[in-house]
């Protein structure tokens, strides 16, 4: 018999959710509590969580830079899923810029994720890299829909206008965040990240999926 066709390969991108997992100061972290275990008396294990929705790989709403602006499940899943480019600019520091993405620029398609570390952080640090604006409207004037970065956010730590959070806002860019892109080869991939469907919630954690294209 002909050997079976092997099945793409996946790249989890995503930290493993956590209470020890890095937040923004101030954040709501990772806590799972048991409301019922299995014993004689109880057919199941039950569990409840409570989380900021920040923490691990996630999405923002644009709701959570601008008031009156879309909730996470108000926003159009289309840009979650689909074709998309990991671009290497480990070093990168403090911001992305235009230069650390041109080698990469040919043919690009609607979801770029950068990698600018070395190795994820797995604790919090003030001190992460950040998009510069011009970076994302010099995507976005390619056709880029979705940006995604292997840190806590698009803008620097001590920011307070968000000025990469308003150029999404501006261009209707979505975003991820705090993903892990140690182990992902530079190239195209299939994208799969999710939002969940939290009525009235700023973000939402995703399980962020690369999948090998044909």
Not at 145 to 153: A, C, H, K, V
Request: with cysteine.
């Amino acid at each position: 018999m002909p050997d079976a066709p092997s099945s793409p390969r996946l790249w989890d991108i995503s930290p493993l959710v956590a209470p020890d997992a890095p937040i923004f100061p101030g954040d709501a972290p990772y806590r799972l509590d048991w409301t019922a275990r299995l014993s004689p008396g109880c057919p199941v294990n039950l569990s409840a969580i409570t989380m900021s929705p920040h923490v691990g790989a996630h999405a923002d709403a644009p709701l959570h830079y601008a008031n009156g602006e879309r909730a996470i499940a108000d926003v159009p899943l289309d840009a979650y899923l689909g074709r998309c480019r990991v671009i290497h600019a480990v070093g990168a520091a403090p911001l992305i810029t235009v230069a650390h993405l041109q080698h990469a620029a040919q043919d690009l398609p609607p979801r770029v994720l950068v990698r600018c570390c070395e190795r994820a952080d797995t604790v919090w640090s003030d001190h992460f890299t950040a998009f510069a604006p011009e970076a994302i409207a010099w995507l976005a004037a390619r056709g880029v829909r979705l940006i995604g970065i292997d840190t806590p956010s698009v803008d620097p730590a001590s920011s307070k206008s968000l000025d990469s959070h308003q150029q999404l806002l501006q261009l209707d860019l979505r975003v991820l965040e705090n993903l892990v892109l140690d182990e992902v080869p530079p190239g195209d991939y299939e994208l799969i990240a999710l939002p969940l469907k939290l009525q009235g919630a700023c973000a939402s954690p995703v399980r962020a999926i690369l999948r090998e294209l044909p």
